[in-house]
Structure formats: C-alpha cells, structure tokens
C-alpha cells in the first residue's frame, strides 16, 4: 500500500510570513516529487517539483527541501501573499505504479492580509 | 482548446441513476488520467490510459464504475447505479508522453452530486 501523509491539514499565516508544509512517504519512489496548488473551483496546477537526487530547489518564493534518506519533501512559501490562499497537495511517484501519481490529502492554507 | 476541458461542470442526480463524465485532454498528450476527490481528501486515482495500451483500471473502486476513450482522445466517466458516496468532484488530467510523471494537466472537474 502507497502511503503519502501530508501535514498540516490547515494552516492560517500573517502576509509576509513563511508558510511550511510537509509531506511523507512510505516504501520506494523514483522520479520528480511535486506540489500541485489548487484554488476553488478549479483543478490542481502543478506548482514546482524537485528531482530525488537533489535536496533544495527553488523558483521564486516557494522552495521545495527534500530529505531522500528520511523520505520526506516540505514546501516553503517565503513572503506568503493572499493570494498564495488555495489548497496545496504534495504528489509521490511510487515504482511500478505505472505513471500514476499518489496526492497526499492536502493542505488548505490561508494567508491573512 | 488551450487546456483540459470537462463536462458537464456540475451534475446532480438521483441515487440509483447511471452518469456520464466527459472529458477532453489536451491535444497531442498522449496519456489521460481520471482522479477523484472528494470533500476535504486528497485526490484518488481511478484510472489511466496511455496511447493504445491497455487501461490502468486498479484505482476503480467498483465494477460500477467504467470508462473508454476513444480515438485516443476524448475519454467518458461512467458511474452506474450511483450511490450517495459516489459525491466527489471527478478531475481529469492530461500529460504529453514527452513530459515527467509529475507534469499533469488538469481540468476543472465535474462535481457530481448523489441526492
């Protein structure tokens, strides 16, 4: 059984702070490890992913820390804006799952002005 | 279009009546992906097809749930004898055969709800 465990549920952050999610996995994955954003109404967009075989990426203000060894990935969202408000799923490619990516239950973060 | 395109939007129906969800993926991408997420979860994969290989169907969570694609483009969702728990929103998703595994297009769903 793939297991994805995503945490927080629901985080609330001050405009301007950092907003952490965090996100781990059980048994093998391979490949790019996502985060995929999504506001109401509409479907997941993917919002930056990092390779296993490095262990920061960043685009802008959001980073991505992988910790291969532990089989854990967190998102880091410098300078959090309101309209970073929307609901953010990390994403694990098990081995042998035939190009199908398990979402973790996601996280519903606001960002108050 | 420019991108993944569902229909319809939103769907209610009557426990016991049979649906159909279509969806039209991105043109050229080769690979298309139905996931399904219901209130407060994560999203749940139902099934994957890519190009003319056999469908993935391990993500089904009953013999009442089905789905084709034809042509290798537009796909239908189809749920028979619906029940209360079939309530989600039912995303699709596209890819280019060209791309990671992590690049997914979706579309904007089809919320469907069981009364």
């Known amino acids: 059984q793939q297991q994805v465990k995503q945490s927080p549920q629901s985080l609330i952050v001050q405009k301007g702070g950092i907003s952490i999610i965090n996100c781990a996995y059980e048994?093998?994955?391979?490949?790019?490890f996502p985060w995929y954003q999504q506001f109401p109404g509409k479907g997941p967009a993917l919002l930056i992913a990092?390779?296993?075989?490095?262990s920061e990426k960043k685009e802008g203000r959001f980073t991505i820390s992988f910790n291969k060894s532990a089989k854990q990935f967190s998102l880091h969202i410098m300078d959090s804006q309101p309209g970073d408000s929307a609901t953010y799923f990390c994403?694990?490619?098990?081995?042998?799952?035939?190009?199908?990516?398990?979402f973790g239950s996601g996280t519903q973060l606001t960002v108050l002005p | 279009g420019a991108g993944v395109s569902q229909s319809p939007s939103n769907k209610v129906t009557e426990k016991g009546k049979d649906v159909e969800l279509r969806c039209d993926p991105i043109?050229?991408?080769?690979?298309l992906y139905w996931y399904r997420q219901s209130l407060g979860q994560g999203l749940e994969f139902l099934i994957y097809?890519?190009?003319?290989?056999?469908?993935?169907k391990s993500g089904l969570p009953s013999d009442r749930f089905s789905a084709e694609r034809t042509g290798g483009s537009v796909s239908t969702l189809t749920i028979q004898r619906t029940q209360q728990e079939d309530s989600a929103v039912y995303l699709c998703?596209?890819?280019?055969?060209?791309?990671?595994?992590?690049?997914?297009?979706f579309g904007s769903g089809t919320q469907l709800s069981v009364l």
């Open positions: 043109s050229g991408h080769t690979a």
């Open positions: 994403a694990v490619p098990f081995t042998g799952s035939a190009r199908q990516l398990t």
């Open positions: 998703a596209s890819s280019s055969a060209g791309t990671g595994i992590e690049k997914l297009f």
């Open positions: 048994n093998t994955a391979f490949d790019y």
């Open positions: 097809f890519q190009g003319n290989s056999a469908p993935d």
């Open positions: 990092i390779r296993p075989d490095v």
